[in-house]
């Protein structure tokens, strides 16, 4: 009998999530296409001081790492790690346009069964709910069809808004590491959050539902 983690067969992975509704409008998830290059990289120039200081010191300028050209590479580097089983990555659409990204990575089976989540949102439609429908969609799917136990976020300590959507979701607090990771040129301290399946018995998404944030389509 073949394994259900071989190539090609990693379970949650590609799949469409949602849609489901927020102030911003409605919010689903699929898999990244080659075609999103352009729209990927109006937003990513746009949003340029919004997003670097969250985001990893890598080789190159900003207009480089994210010109229309660069977007072959990480795609097709996003879907190898998805066949291999290595992670779920998923573009957010907003109204059916390109909106953000959000990868669930580092996915390790066997007795840890975890992995990471990271996300980022154009920065017109921060604080429409847009973060935080996408995680919650994310993390669902992490603990239902994908198979894992646990997901865990870091965090700079300074990113307000990332920190309320974690929040929201009910993350707790594990713990801050120190010089964790080089961001914007230094190494930073994150603070470090997480859920397991114990914390979430209903889903995130029937929560936010509950409680008035988002509604189905």
Not at 133 to 153: K, N, Q, W
Not at 180 to 199: F, I, M, N, P, S
Request: hydrophobic fraction near 45%; charged fraction near 20%; glycine fraction near 12%.
């Amino acid at each position: 009998m073949a394994s259900p983690y071989a190539v090609g067969r990693h379970p949650g992975w590609p799949a469409r999530l949602g849609p489901l509704r927020v102030p911003a409008g409605v919010v689903e998830l699929r898999a990244p296409r080659l075609t999103d290059g352009r729209a990927w990289s109006r937003i990513r120039l746009r949003d340029h001081a919004y997003l670097e200081p969250w985001e990893p010191t890598v080789p190159g300028t900003w207009a480089e790492r994210n010109a229309p050209g660069a977007w072959f590479a990480q795609w097709s580097t996003l879907r190898a790690l998805g066949r291999r089983g290595m992670s779920l990555p998923f573009v957010i659409t907003v109204d059916g346009q390109f909106a953000g990204q959000v990868t669930v990575g580092n996915v390790i089976r066997g007795s840890l069964c975890s992995a990471w989540v990271g996300y980022w949102v154009a920065a017109d439609l921060v604080g429409g709910g847009v973060a935080t429908a996408a995680a919650a969609l994310v993390v669902d799917h992490c603990f239902t069809a994908a198979g894992l136990h646990r997901v865990e976020a870091t965090v700079r300590p300074e990113n307000a808004a990332s920190l309320r959507v974690l929040a929201k979701l009910g993350f707790r607090y594990e713990g801050l590491f120190r010089r964790y990771l080089d961001v914007a040129g230094g190494w930073r301290d994150h603070q470090c959050l997480a859920l397991t399946t114990e914390d979430t018995p209903y889903g995130l998404v029937p929560r936010l539902v509950e409680a008035g944030k988002a509604g189905s389509v």
